[in-house]
């Protein structure tokens, strides 16, 4: 299984944009996520994509300014972020579930750090 390796992370300032990707094979893995984790906070899913005709889901905090795509041939999975707010300052991770009942996958992460 080819691991998920995040790269895109970085500071920017309030109402900004930054593009977070992921090496994301799809084989054997039917859901593609990112998920955040603010200090102090649980781990969240943010965005999912299904690699399997490419439903998506948000998070209500997220809807309207995030997007969540694939590149097939290039196995890469993204999340183009605009009008960063504060709020969204966290650990950022790329994940993969093989089945509905398997667990995620996680990547190791990168950081986003969005300042007023």
């Known amino acids: 299984q080819v691991p998920l390796v995040e790269s895109g992370g970085g500071s920017a300032q309030a109402g900004g944009s930054l593009r977070l990707s992921c090496t994301a094979s799809?084989?054997?893995?039917?859901?593609l996520g990112w998920w955040r984790e603010a200090p102090g906070v649980q781990r969240a899913l943010v965005a999912n994509?299904?690699?399997?005709?490419?439903?998506?889901w948000y998070a209500d905090s997220v809807k309207g300014r995030f997007t969540i795509s694939q590149d097939i041939p290039k196995n890469m999975l993204y999340l183009q972020m605009n009008n960063l707010q504060p709020n969204d300052t966290g650990m950022y991770y790329c994940?993969?579930?093989?089945?509905?009942?398997?667990?995620?996958?996680w990547g190791q992460g990168t950081q986003v750090t969005i300042s007023s």
């Open positions: 994940a993969a579930k093989r089945g509905i009942g398997s667990p995620w996958d």
């Open positions: 994509i299904y690699t399997s005709g490419g439903t998506t």
């Open positions: 799809r084989d054997n893995r039917f859901l």
